[in-house]
């Protein structure tokens, strides 16, 4: 059992459901635009359109949109969507607007009680005002010492981090489902960390990981209980 850690969290997808929205909405997407047999191939364009993007123009539903359009856009031998198929890829997301925040079973118990014994930070990738709002109304931002939006989650930002807050890398963990962002990059950059799998990672999230760059790995988000 490790006592006074820092443990700072990823958000997405760690603490709330994320993807699976925006995976409801491809489904929907795809359905729409692409005929059975021609889904996979569909698929693979968006995937490349969203990585290309998200390069440049960063996360969050705003830019997703405009790559659902890119997508119809290429599928169209470079036709530009309709105002009609425009509003139809709005009428798509409109599931994204909605302002609940649905907390992964175990989370909230889980953070009350490593909050009465370690330094708990929140450490999450993407828009601003998209990424505070959901922070807002998760319920569990008090449990946080420090909120902390990036715009992308790289060996320098956990390094820029560790500095800032004068942090102890042996003391301190990073702790998220994603292999790309959560894992790799913090052990590069000397922390320890905890990898939480989650069916629902985004695609462009994952990444093979060398056996030694997730010092513990968990089922469940409530097991972190049994180690700190």
Not at 39 to 50: F, K, N, P, S, W
Not at 172 to 190: C, F, L, Q, V, Y
Request: glycine share 6%; hydrophobic share 40%; charged share 25%.
């Amino acid at each position: 059992m490790h006592t006074d850690q820092t443990l700072i969290f990823d958000a997405d997808d760690t603490l709330w459901e994320n993807n699976v929205l925006f995976e409801r909405v491809i489904d929907g997407f795809l359905a729409w635009v692409a005929a059975p047999e021609e889904r996979d191939r569909a698929r693979t364009v968006l995937d490349g359109i969203e990585a290309a993007n998200s390069a440049a123009l960063g996360y969050g539903a705003a830019v997703f949109r405009q790559s659902l359009a890119d997508c119809l856009r290429q599928l169209n031998d470079g036709r530009t969507p309709t105002p009609a198929e425009q509003a139809g890829i709005d009428d798509l997301l409109a599931p994204l607007s909605d302002r609940r925040v649905e907390l992964i079973p175990g989370v909230a118990d889980t953070l009350t009680a490593l909050a009465d014994r370690h330094h708990l930070l929140l450490l999450t990738k993407g828009d601003q005002d998209e990424q505070r709002g959901k922070v807002e109304r998760s319920t569990i931002d008090h449990h946080f010492r420090g909120v902390h939006i990036v715009a992308e989650k790289s060996v320098d930002t956990y390094r820029q981090l560790t500095a800032d807050l004068g942090l102890d890398p042996d003391r301190t963990w990073m702790i998220g489902n994603s292999p790309k962002s959560d894992i790799a990059p913090a052990h590069r950059a000397g922390l320890r960390t905890v990898f939480i799998p989650h069916e629902h990672t985004w695609v462009l999230e994952h990444e093979d990981l060398d056996p030694d760059q997730a010092t513990l790995r968990l089922g469940a988000f409530p097991e972190l209980l049994r180690h700190f």
